[in-house]
């Protein structure tokens, strides 16, 4: 298969791979070209390097979709038949947002608030790759997109990324985190203490679970 062919016959284009291996730049190469060739493309890019927001004439990407401006398209003397968006992964950003989407509206604020929820959105390495397997299905969801190009952290395997989710799932759902994560839903100030060690106990495990 050719590029242009992945390219006009895919929804959905992941660049995984180890670290330094191009995957960032192939991921902003590959919605390019779409847009190029007619589609409403758009990369979800985990690499906050300005290069890339730059090179793609933005001052900086955001959690929110931005379009490329068609001026930045004109000086480089290309006419895209498309359009091209980009967008940041925004690891905390997306926790919320999935609590958001799925908890009671009762619950809502208590989980936001949680220590332990706070903890866990914002340091364990397996959580960007679940978010951005999220990310990808809002996006895949909003109907805005024929082109959504996914660029990854480096993992040691690139389907580590994939299978993220799953990983995560059946760690969760064993009783033992149970056991870990209660304290904390009732937790006091008394409970801080013990919270950090306690914690970082259990994100190393769950690293360890999820393989990345
Ligand atoms: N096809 C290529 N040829 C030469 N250099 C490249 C190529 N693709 C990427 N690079 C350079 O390699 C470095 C790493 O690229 P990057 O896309 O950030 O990789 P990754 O996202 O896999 O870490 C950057 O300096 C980039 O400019
Ligand atoms: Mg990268």
Redesign the pocket.
């Known amino acids: 298969m050719t590029l242009g062919e992945l390219v006009a016959r895919h929804q959905i284009v992941i660049s995984a791979?180890s670290?330094?291996?191009?995957?960032?730049?192939?991921a902003a190469s590959l919605a390019l070209w779409g847009a190029l060739e007619g589609r409403r493309a758009v990369v979800l890019t985990i690499?906050p390097?300005r290069r890339l927001a730059s090179s793609l004439g933005l001052a900086s990407l955001g959690s929110e979709e931005r379009d490329i401006p068609a001026e930045h398209f004109r000086a480089q003397g290309l006419a895209p038949k498309g359009t091209l968006a980009a967008m940041m992964l925004d690891q905390k950003g997306a926790w919320d947002a999935l609590v958001e989407r799925h908890a009671p509206p009762e619950a809502r604020d208590r989980i936001l608030t949680n220590r332990f929820y706070q903890h866990l959105s914002q340091s364990f390495a397996g959580s960007y790759e679940y978010m951005a397997i999220e990310q990808l299905c809002a996006l895949a969801e909003s109907g805005r997109y024929d082109l959504i190009v996914v660029?990854t952290p480096?993992t040691r395997h690139a389907l580590d990324f994939l299978e993220a989710p799953r990983r995560i799932a059946d760690f969760l759902d064993r009783k033992i985190i149970k056991w870990f994560v209660r304290p904390y839903f009732s937790a006091g100030w008394s409970a801080l203490r013990a919270m950090n060690r306690t914690a970082g106990f259990l994100l190393r495990r769950l690293e360890q679970a999820t393989g990345i």
């Open positions: 791979g670290g330094g291996v191009g995957k960032t730049t192939v690499d390097a660029d480096p």
